[in-house]
């Protein structure tokens, strides 16, 4: 690119690289004009086609919000019905790249050039990838899912006219309370494991590979450019860019979906305040005003510090469930759960011929489309923060370690709770909604009412976090690339994301809200599959160290 990279923060590779010549310069379509006392500086026609359909979509979804709910369910049965196959073989490919990478010489290649060195402590690292990877749903789906699969895989398989209509993993493990406890957990391992992680090492390799070491735009159309070259740079990129902004904002509103649904059911079992359609949108507007404080106080200023503080949070109440809770069992259970998941991995992630309809099309294929709408978000927030790490470190720090991290956690909060029903025939926590299993679970121990609140707070902040830190990057896609752009177009993202997923909640509720994650998440899908052709292309013409 051209020194215009270093006006818009992008610093230029260190030491020898291979910069992609193109005549191409950041923010060369954007318009930049004021409203009054705000300055914008917008992408044309990225921020137009995508904000307008934002608003639009928002209007019409408020307006026919009777109306819409069969819409928005059947989209989403008739996708994850009919391309099951497709995310699952999608995802596979993702592991598969990111493992090869890590043992080829391509681990070699370091981010940002061949001298660069880390933006961010390995702490700091950490907090941030947690905060924004998969903070809400840990909390959501920690109690919930291993409870949800060992009580489904107890029961054993269950046919209807022909039709299996059960909802246990592959053939279940009825009667066995060992057996359904180690399908239960490894089912649930993997859909929090390596392949969402890879779906976002991915995303995020591609984008800082081609931002910090080839020179061009940290934006999801640079991606492209060793397929489409300066065809990236009109419409086949804006339809591209398009595609990520959608993506990005309606994965980021069923995650919020989620949270609110958690914090609703947390505040009414804490406090007795009534979960209603009006508490849930009041409680989305005040978030979203949080996170609108975070999003003006920047990167460093903002998202960072809140990350470390929610992490310090997580990991006091994840020490406070190992010790108070079946603590033998749990670190037992780490390894044991490790075990039955390499066991069952090349059955559960197998794409064709699955006879557990409901699992495979109800569980895996909604979280594999929904871990792909988010990986615009993720994958360029990630890019942004780890500019100095190796290929090799990159791919092992992003795919590894927090799938590790990840299994611990669901063993500890689902082995806890499957601990108190087969042991203490506690069932509260297995007869609750999917939102209040957390707080049951922590009912059953001690110092519940400071638990129960840790809980909702965590669950908030992680809801700002995760709001501000996609309005940054939704906001950089719609700037052309540029990463400091005036901070209105950062509050418009903001604000919408809330809104689109009240809209969302009043029009269909989470099956509305999980129907717009897939059916963005299938078209990101194909074009990621293509990124994986980009990565190898884009690596095999850099230096290694």
Not at 58 to 72: E, G
Not at 208 to 235: C, E, Q
Not at 440 to 467: H, R
Not at 493 to 511: S, T, Y
Request: aromatic content about 12%; some cysteine; charged content about 10%.
């Amino acid at each position: 690119m051209t020194e215009e990279s270093d006006v818009e923060a992008i610093p230029l590779p260190e030491g020898p690289s291979d910069l992609i010549e193109t005549d191409y310069r950041i923010g060369q379509d954007n318009i930049t004009t004021s409203i009054g006392p705000f300055g914008l500086d917008i992408h044309n026609p990225v921020f137009l086609i995508s904000g307008l359909t934002i608003v639009a979509f928002v209007f019409l979804t408020l307006a026919f919000q009777n109306h819409v709910d069969p819409v928005f369910n059947g989209l989403r049965q008739w996708l994850t019905a009919n391309l099951d196959w497709f995310f699952l073989a999608a995802a596979d490919v993702f592991v598969v790249l990111c493992v090869v990478l890590i043992f080829t010489p391509y681990g070699k290649v370091r981010i940002g050039g061949p001298d660069a060195t880390p933006d961010y402590s390995y702490s700091g690292w950490f907090a941030m990838l947690f905060a924004a990877g998969m903070g809400i749903g840990l909390m959501f789906f920690g109690v919930s899912e291993p409870i949800s699969h060992f009580s489904s895989s107890v029961g054993g398989t269950v046919i209807e006219n022909g039709v299996r209509t059960d909802w246990a993993p592959l053939g279940a493990s009825a009667g066995d309370l060992v057996g359904a406890t180690r399908l239960g957990m490894a089912a649930t391992i993997f859909h929090w494991g390596l392949h969402p992680w890879a779906i976002y090492a991915i995303v995020a390799l591609s984008l800082a590979l081609f931002t910090y070491n080839k020179g061009l735009p940290l934006t999801v159309r640079s991606i492209f450019y060793p397929i489409f070259g300066d065809r990236v740079w009109g419409w086949t990129g804006h339809i591209i860019d398009t595609l990520a902004v959608f993506a990005t904002l309606f994965g980021l509103a069923t995650s919020l979906g989620f949270g609110a649904e958690q914090a609703s059911a947390g505040l009414d079992h804490l406090f007795g305040l009534p979960v209603t359609e009006v508490s849930k949108v009041i409680l989305i507007a005040a978030i979203t005003g949080v996170a609108l404080c975070s999003v003006l106080m920047g990167l460093d200023g903002g998202v960072k510090r809140l990350s470390e503080a929610n992490m310090i949070l997580a990991l006091l109440l994840l020490v406070f469930v190992v010790l108070i809770g079946p603590t033998l069992t749990i670190f037992t259970g780490f390894f044991e759960n490790l075990v039955a998941y390499g066991e069952y991995l090349p059955a559960l992630s197998n794409p064709f011929g699955r006879e557990d309809a409901n699992f495979s099309q109800g569980w895996t294929s909604f979280y594999w489309a929904w871990w792909i709408s988010w990986s615009p978000f993720v994958g360029m927030f990630i890019a942004r923060i780890s500019r100095g790490r190796t290929v090799r470190e990159f791919i092992i720090c992003v795919l590894l370690i927090p799938s590790l991290v990840s299994v611990f956690w669901m063993t500890a909060f689902g082995g806890t709770a499957i601990a108190q029903i087969v042991n203490d025939g506690y069932t509260s926590v297995q007869d609750a909604a999917l939102e209040l299993k957390l707080f049951k679970m922590l009912e059953a121990m001690p110092l519940v009412q400071i638990t129960s609140f840790i809980g909702i707070v965590l669950v908030i902040v992680f809801f700002v976090t995760s709001s501000d830190s996609g309005s940054l990057v939704i906001d950089t896609i719609t700037a052309g690339g540029k990463v400091n752009a005036p901070v209105p177009q950062r509050v418009f993202w903001c604000v919408f994301e809330g809104l689109v997923a009240i809209a969302l909640l009043l029009g269909g509720g989470l099956g509305a809200l999980q129907a717009m994650a897939v059916s963005t998440g299938f078209p990101f899908a194909i074009l990621l599959l293509l990124a994986c052709w980009a990565i190898v292309k884009g690596l095999a013409s850099e230096p290694r160290g």
